[in-house]
């Protein structure tokens, strides 16, 4: 299947978004190159990406390149919008990793790594912005061995250093790749004579660290003490499928070097469709089979939806129904469309392995499958992180309340991560989300897009609340006679702390005292019961119940009963236990110029910050810290203050921590 989806990772800034734009350039998917400063790129064409320079909406897109069709999805590299990058590699084959060659490995980078991890995606590096000052592969390179624990293969030497940077020596041909400047292809020459002894001495390391991890590779490589370039090249493609190594190439997007050989590296490399594994182990990547697809994004825009679908099974064609399992019921399909970000072309057909976008589902929401009516399945969806940050959101005109409630509906559609609900005390609409940019996003959708003015409160963070000390041998009792059935439910239970946040369920009952549908009641009494704790209402995590006793009546015990119960008793229990407030941190990385720092560390001291690591280079110092959550509401602007606007910072989830007493109730 000469098809291949990849998706564009890395960490804000590291050159995502030019890549891809130098992929739809020299594939001639577009005519000009497009620069984000200047805000004309094809995928970040949003009003609001353009305007703050960075990628918000995982952007899907196609192109043709040595045969192979290409759909590729540049996805965000911020951390707030970490779910469009959760969504977009449950769908993809492969994925093209982009790093800064000075920074190397960064927070986020790290992130989305472990995103693909788990979703066992393969993977290609590129090492971008080598024509910066301070750029060097050897260095980025040994950031990926070590803070990836990945096995990197670097198949290219640099030839020229930062602004001398001019082109590659590919180390699998043995040849050399030179670009000139303003030009957009390179001119293949054989290797410079002052590199050539560098080039052997790399090509001679790769062929023994490949020969270490392939089988086939080590055979050939005892045998004739070389490897050719047809096994070299087939030994990385099969040790990137298998996840043992990563390949690295080198270049700079910006002024269009390095991009053709890692097309060509994508087609040699990454995986077709038929050669992932069967989804779900039983749905094969074959276009004769029964239909089934899963729709990881949708756009509910005023004039309709519009849901991006990633066939696995089959041939969708429009006009076809389809059944949305998830739903339960059958949509039509008016329009089939293959995405070029906010432009579209209208096909006749989608077949296994395409990634498109249907018109005509009216309830399909992101992680639905869409199937065959004949043949139903359910496929996994993607899994979605929950919201930490929280604010009220009013609509300013009275009579617009209707309107911001379905634009509300609108938003949670497109991103499942933004969660609206009423505060039940004071009666407020609170939109809630990944982070404070993630919401501030959010709101100026509202504003612009639909035309809604909006007051927002102060952002709150989403604390929750954990026992430190259980309680032993909690009795419960729960008997209601009101004529007709009673309900009749007795339990015991012990209570303690639980580790990784946790809620774990275990019986001890012996001797069939309470039968065993009784059980998976209690437990999910107990889970009812940790929605709200005792301190502030918040949920409750990281608890062990063990249900240790209990009886039951002939007649008037049921599951309704016992699950009444065990909610009473839980609810007792915490109110016995020691239960400790735990607010949400985040580790932070500021870089800043070494001047600043001391500033920076005392301001990171006033805002409960527990530095981790500091480092210096170049004059530029890297300090990372542990933070509250709740302490970074507006430090941007605080930063930018103390660093005369020189000083960045990422953040990341870092979990739970102990709250101070008094910080929430």
């Not at 080598?130 to 803070?147: K, M, N, P, Q, Y």
């Not at 030839?159 to 001398?164: P, Q």
């Not at 690295?248 to 992932?276: F, H, K, Q, T, W």
């Not at 990944?434 to 604390?463: F, I, M, S």
Request: glycine share 10%; aromatic share 4%.
């Amino acid at each position: 299947m000469r098809v291949r989806n990849l998706g564009i990772l890395a960490h804000v800034d590291a050159g995502k978004t030019t890549v891809t734009e130098r992929f739809l350039y020299l594939t001639g998917a577009t005519h000009k190159r497009g620069e984000v400063h200047d805000g004309t790129t094809v995928t970040d064409f949003d009003p609001q990406e353009r305007d703050r320079g960075i990628t918000i909406f995982a952007a899907a897109v196609s192109c043709d390149w040595a045969g192979h069709r290409v759909n590729l999805i540049d996805t965000p590299g911020h951390v707030d919008f970490s779910d469009e990058v959760e969504r977009s590699l449950r769908v993809l084959d492969g994925a093209v990793a982009v790093f800064d060659a000075v920074a190397g490995v960064e927070p986020q980078s790290e992130t989305v790594w472990r995103q693909a991890d788990r979703h066992g995606v393969p993977r290609i590096a590129f090492v971008n912005k080598l024509d910066r000052a301070g750029a060097e592969l050897d260095t980025a390179v040994a950031s990926i061995r070590d803070r990836l624990g990945t096995v990197p293969l670097a198949v290219q030497l640099p030839i020229g250093r930062e602004d001398g940077f001019t082109g590659v020596v590919d180390l699998v041909g043995m040849r050399a790749y030179m670009w000139a400047d303003g030009a957009d292809t390179y001119t293949e020459q054989p290797v410079p004579d002052d590199l050539g002894d560098e080039a052997r001495h790399r090509r001679r390391r790769l062929e023994e660290t490949v020969a270490e991890l392939h089988p086939g590779a080590l055979e050939e490589f005892c045998g004739e003490d070389a490897l050719s370039a047809a096994t070299l090249t087939s030994a990385l493609r099969d040790l990137t499928l298998s996840g043992d190594a990563v390949v690295v190439l080198c270049g700079s997007a910006y002024r269009n070097r390095g991009i053709e050989p890692l097309l060509n590296a994508v087609v040699a490399y990454l995986p077709a469709p038929s050669d992932m594994p069967p989804v779900r182990g039983e749905v094969p990547a074959d276009p004769t089979a029964p239909f089934t697809a899963l729709a990881f994004k949708v756009n509910a825009t005023a004039t309709g939806r519009m849901t991006y679908l990633r066939v696995y099974a089959g041939t969708l064609r429009k006009g076809d129904t389809v059944l949305d399992t998830t739903a339960g019921r059958t949509e039509r399909i008016a329009r089939i469309l293959r995405v070029q970000a906010d432009r579209a072309t209208e096909v006749d057909e989608a077949r296994a392995g395409d990634i498109v976008a249907v018109v005509g589902p009216k309830s399909a929401r992101a992680g639905a499958t869409l199937c065959a009516p004949d043949a139903p399945v359910v496929l996994e969806p993607p899994t979605t992180a929950d919201p930490v940050v929280s604010v009220a959101v009013e609509a300013r005109r009275g009579t617009d309340t209707g309107r911001l409630a379905t634009a509300l509906a609108r938003l949670s559609e497109e991103d499942p991560s933004l969660v609206v609900r009423s505060d039940p005390e004071t009666g407020q609409t609170v939109l809630s989300g990944l982070g404070e940019l993630h919401l501030e996003v959010a709101v100026e959708k509202l504003r612009r897009d639909r035309g809604l003015e909006v007051t927002v409160g102060r952002p709150q963070v989403a604390y929750r609340e954990t026992v430190t000390k259980g309680v032993t041998g909690l009795l419960y009792r729960h008997v209601k006679q009101d004529g007709g059935a009673g309900q009749f439910a007795h339990v015991v239970i012990d209570v303690e702390a639980a580790a990784d946040d946790e809620f774990v369920f275990t019986s001890t009952v012996t001797g069939g005292r309470v039968p065993q549908e009784y059980v998976r009641a209690v437990e999910a009494g107990c889970r009812d019961a940790l929605v709200e704790g005792p301190l502030g209402g918040h949920p409750v995590t990281g608890v062990r119940v063990t249900l240790t006793d209990g009886a039951t009546h002939p007649k008037d015990s049921s599951e309704m009963a016992f699950r009444t119960a065990g909610r009473f008793a839980l609810r007792e229990a915490l109110r016995a236990s020691d239960v400790t407030l735990l607010e949400p941190v985040a580790e932070v990385t500021v870089t800043v110029p070494a001047e600043s720092v001391g500033s920076v560390l005392g301001d990171l001291a006033a805002r409960r910050g527990r530095v981790t690591d500091s480092t210096t280079r170049s004059g530029t110092a890297v300090v990372s810290a542990t933070v509250p959550l709740a302490e970074l509401f507006g430090y941007a602007s605080r930063l930018r203050g103390r660093t005369q606007g020189r000083g960045t910072f990422t953040t990341r989830p870092a979990g739970y921590a102990p709250a101070p007493s008094g910080r929430a109730g």
